[in-house]
């Protein structure tokens, strides 16, 4: 537990829009996939989970709807929008160029 | 749309959320407890992530703004009679405050469809040897004003009075009130068309068919509103006429005017005399220059007056400049400003009872207050809660008072004159709404500050301390002051109340030289020449005298109190003095009237001497006039007016010496041109004049009204084509006169009282509280032999000498400011002994009121019990 990693706030936003572009899911679902692909090195604190769906709801770059899960339970499914689409390439791109970025001045000399 | 909002279920998301991470854990193997728990301890706190979930859609402050409205409202309504009462007192006086803005700006504030009203001046010539204060120029003299350019950058005229036009149209023959102006006019006023144009200066030219500008007013009830009828040509009584333009809506200048006329060639047609020259009824209205001020544009024209080689038979002529608006607005205007600031007093009188109000509850909760602070609240908790308190009773009042704004208005459109320019089309618009919202943060934040500065004192210690009474020292000695404050403010309202209330009983009681009740006039037109009206007028009056229910009727040709200058002066000439046309320069003009002989006891005018006319003064008897008591005093001073000669030049043809009139009788003055304007009047029998008597006055048994149709009737039968207009009783015309002075004297009246009664209540309830507090110490003293009367003085001490300070300050106050109360005094002088007088009475009678329950109550503090009281 103690080796995970914590995330940024900015970066968060980042992987749920990657972990949407696979397919919609919810909250849990997110939670989920963002564990599993990273081999479970990041710590994500759930509960910083919701606030950042809503940041992104109010961005426009994620939708919701009701559906009905596995277990025939509500939850709200979130899936990405077009602006959404764009704006994670976007994000994908800084987010590459800054670890390049960081990458060089950290080389040793 | 989707009309959902993300935040909802969000406390369904986050449950279902742990429970899937709980059901994992289960299939990973753990126990269902333990997995519940790392499943609780994984997501973090609930509540964090959900307060954090809402700060992305709402800013904390204004969660935390709903979540202290929302307890504030909880915490008024658990105090009903606290909420009750301030909020009735806010919301009375934020609705009178908004109707009286609404009348205010319906008035004076919006714009008039004038340019830069303020840069313009209406003139004219005062003649102070004549006693004239106001004297109209001829349109030479005009002209001689538009040549001092420097001055002004235009100069237009108009008449001084309204003539009736008759229009002829066979299904509703009507007269129309016209006005004569210079081509130049609207252009001066920069006031464009609504539909068509204005005149331009080739329309001087006197053609067959005259130029016209219909009035708004009449252009929607005659016209039906059809821009078409631009181009159309009526016809009037005088012949044809051209409509070549629309008014737009809110031009009414001059007041009550229907049609716009070219003035040159009604002038230029006069026969017999130079009318451009000779005949003088214009005023001027013109446009400053920018740099120009108007008493630099006064002396400039009196320079030019004085040099003028026309003055001849004019001496002593003086020039006089009336700003555009006060013109215009006339008294209605001082009234309205006063009447604003006398109802801002009286929500600042308000605002210190409600003030007082949420001090009592400041203190009583101040127990509840420091145990919050004692357990780690804010220091600005207490001023969040206390100002949103005050916010909220602030916006409910204000709300409701905007409501009772509406009835307000009403009553204040009742009673205001009748012809109060543009008062009929005041609402309570936008602009007010937001004068009020205003309003409302103004009384929040003054009820509040006063609060939060005592709670300051409050000691903490203390607070958790003491026993929770309702009042402390210091808290006392505020409302102490609050009170003295509210009765400087009330000093003030009450003074300028008296004083227009004796202004109003003046006015009531004022002889106006006729009796009112009763009487009904009508202006008819039977359109036919001057004489031959006359003759057909004494005929419909000798038929009308058999009908019943009537006891008099007579025609004139001027009106008491007609609307505005309207009148004739007539230059006299006295038997004895030289006949030529200078010497009568010397002499006052008189006000000349030409009247049926029914026309005295119809008004019930009074005789003093010598008799009245009868039907035998007829056209081919001796002339003879009937002179009013002031004119026989200035003529012939201590001399028998009965049997002296005079002669009228304006109104006589042909060779003077033979038109010499014998003065037969004396009756007493008449207010024909205004309330406060008493001229010289002269009657002559209408039989004996060429002047139109277009009044019929009537005096009946019952009300006037009911027989009009007869009379109406009765008319026709004489001539079919007779015109029947302007039916009023005098009793309205007299209303109409006074109606500025009724609507100031009422509304000062309410709030001064609602004043006085606001102050008694708070003195009231400070006096209590402060017996309550101090019962103990009075017991004490009591026990140990003290009087009554060194305990009143004692309970009295603090209160009594801020009631005093307050009330030595308001007058003080009124004293320096009734001088501005000016046009609206009516014969009162702004320090009137009585007036002074009586508010400091009502002063003394508020207080002592006040006073008798709590006096009452320390008298009967019995020691024993009180001491064996425990808190």
């Known amino acids: 537990m103690e080796d995970r990693l914590e995330l940024l706030q900015g970066t968060l936003d980042l992987l749920i829009l990657r972990t949407l572009q696979l397919g919609p899911t919810h909250g849990h679902g997110i939670a989920k996939a963002i564990q599993r692909s990273s081999e479970d090195a990041l710590l994500v604190e759930e509960g910083s989970l919701y606030p950042a769906l809503h940041r992104l709801l109010k961005r426009g770059w994620i939708t919701y709807e009701e559906g009905s899960s596995e277990n025939n339970r509500r939850a709200k499914f979130y899936r990405l929008t077009p602006k959404g689409k764009k704006q994670l390439a976007v994000e994908t791109t800084k987010w590459e160029k800054l670890a390049q970025a960081i990458a060089r001045v950290l080389r040793p000399a | 749309m989707r009309k959902r909002h993300p935040l909802n279920g969000l406390d369904d998301e986050i449950r279902d959320h742990i429970d899937r991470e709980a059901l994992d854990n289960v299939a990973m193997g753990m126990h269902p407890l333990e997995a519940r728990r790392a499943a609780l301890r994984k997501f973090g706190a609930p509540l964090r992530t959900h307060e954090d979930a809402r700060a992305v859609w709402i800013p904390v402050w204004l969660d935390t703004l709903r979540l202290e409205v929302r307890q504030g409202i909880r915490s008024l309504l658990r105090s009903p009679g606290y909420l009750l009462a301030s909020v009735l007192t806010v919301a009375l006086t934020l609705g009178a405050n908004a ?76 007269r129309l009130a016209a006005v004569g102006v210079s081509s130049n006019f609207f252009d001066t006023l920069g006031t464009p068309p609504l539909w068509g144009r204005f005149f331009r200066a080739e329309d001087d030219r006197s053609g067959v068919v005259r130029p016209l500008v219909l009035s708004h007013r009449v252009w929607r009830t005659r016209f039906a509103a059809d821009p078409a009828i631009v181009g159309a040509t009526i016809v009037t009584g005088d012949g044809p006429a051209e409509i070549i333009g629309v008014a737009p809506a809110d031009f009414d200048f001059p007041r009550g005017v229907d049609v716009w006329l070219p003035v040159v060639p009604v002038l230029a047609g006069v026969a017999g005399i130079d009318g451009l020259r000779d005949v003088s009824v214009l005023f001027t209205v013109a446009r400053l220059h920018e740099a120009t001020s108007a008493q630099t544009a006064e002396a400039n024209l009196q320079r030019m007056v004085d040099n003028s080689a026309s003055i001849g038979d004019r001496f002593g002529t003086a020039v006089q400049l009336t700003p555009f ?152 000695k505020t409302r102490a002051w609050l009170v003295g404050a509210q009765v400087a403010l009330s000093v003030l309202l009450m003074t300028g109340a008296g004083l227009m209330l004796r202004s109003y009983l003046n006015l009531r009681h004022l002889n106006l030289g006729f009796v009112p009740e009763n009487v009904v006039t009508f202006e008819i037109d039977s359109r036919r020449a001057g004489a031959a009206h006359n003759e057909w007028a004494a005929a419909l009056v000798a038929r009308l005298e058999e009908m019943r229910d009537i006891d008099a009727v007579g025609v004139a040709h001027v009106r008491p109190l007609g609307l505005g200058a309207i009148g004739t002066d007539s230059t006299i000439v006295l038997e004895g003095q030289p006949n030529a046309r200078t010497s009568a320069g010397p002499n006052p003009l008189v006000n000349y009237n030409a009247v049926s002989p029914g026309y005295f006891p119809a008004m019930r005018i009074r005789l003093a001497e010598g008799r009245l006319f009868t039907a035998d003064d007829g056209g081919r008897s001796r002339r003879v006039v009937v002179v009013s008591e002031s004119t026989a005093r200035t003529l012939w001073p201590n001399q028998d007016p009965l049997g002296r000669r005079v002669s009228l030049l304006a109104v006589s043809e042909g060779d003077p010496a033979e038109s010499w009139r014998t003065v037969i009788g004396v009756v007493g003055d008449v207010r024909y041109r205004g309330l406060d304007d008493v001229r010289l009047d002269i009657y002559e029998p209408a039989s004996q004049s060429s002047a139109r008597a277009g009044y019929l006055v009537v005096r009946s048994t019952r009300d006037g009204l009911a027989i009009a149709g007869a009379i109406q009737a009765e008319a026709r039968r004489v001539e079919p084509r007779a015109i029947f207009n302007g039916t009023i009783t005098m009793e309205a015309v007299v209303r109409r006169a006074t109606a500025t002075w009724t609507l100031a004297a009422w509304l000062f009246g309410l709030f001064a009282v609602s004043a006085v009664v606001l102050v008694c209540v708070g003195l009231f309830s400070t006096l209590s509280l402060e017996v309550t507090r101090r019962s103990r110490e009075f017991a004490l003293r009591i026990a140990l032999g003290a009087r009554a009367a060194d305990i009143v003085r004692r309970a009295l001490g603090t209160i009594g000498g801020c009631v005093l300070s307050g009330a030595a300050i308001g007058l003080v106050l009124a004293v320096l400011t009734a001088g501005f109360l000016g046009r609206l005094l009516f014969e009162i002088q702004p320090v009137d002994a009585v007036t002074y007088a009586a508010v400091v009475c009502m002063i003394a009678l508020t207080a002592g009121a006040a006073c008798l329950v709590p006096i009452h109550r320390v008298t009967r503090i019995s020691p024993v019990d009180e001491l064996r009281r425990i808190d």
Do not use: K
């Open chain 2, 99 to 174: 109707a009286i803005f609404s009348a205010v700006h319906a008035v004076l504030l919006s714009p008039l469809p004038i340019r830069e009203p303020d840069r313009l001046v209406v003139g004219w010539e005062i003649n102070r040897s004549r006693n004239q204060s106001v004297v109209e120029i001829s349109y030479r003299d005009f002209e001689a004003w538009q040549g001092i350019g420097s001055t002004f950058a235009e100069v237009a005229a108009f008449g001084s009075s309204i003539w009736s036009l008759s229009l002829e149209d066979d299904i509703d023959p009507v």
């Open chain 2, 325 to 476: 608006l006060e013109y215009e607005l006339g008294p209605v205007r001082a009234a309205l400003w006063w009447l604003w600031a006398a109802v801002g007093l009286l929500l600042l009188v308000a605002c210190g009872n409600v003030a007082a109000l949420m001090l009592g509850r400041t203190v009583q909760h101040r127990r509840e207050h420091a145990l919050r602070r004692a357990l780690g609240a804010s220091a600005t908790a207490r001023w969040r809660s206390t100002g949103v308190e005050a916010l909220v009773i602030a916006v409910v009042g204000g709300l409701c008072g905007l409501v009772a704004a509406r009835w307000f208005l009403h009553a204040i459109v009742a009673l205001a004159p009748d012809d109060a320019p543009r008062l009929a089309g005041a609402t309570v618009s936008l602009t007010v709404v937001g004068f009020t919202f205003i309003l409302v943060l103004v009384v929040a934040f003054l009820t509040a500050s006063v609060s939060l500065l005592q709670a300051r004192r409050l000691s903490l210690v203390d607070a958790l301390r003491e026993s929770g009474h309702a009042v402390t020292g210091t808290s006392l």
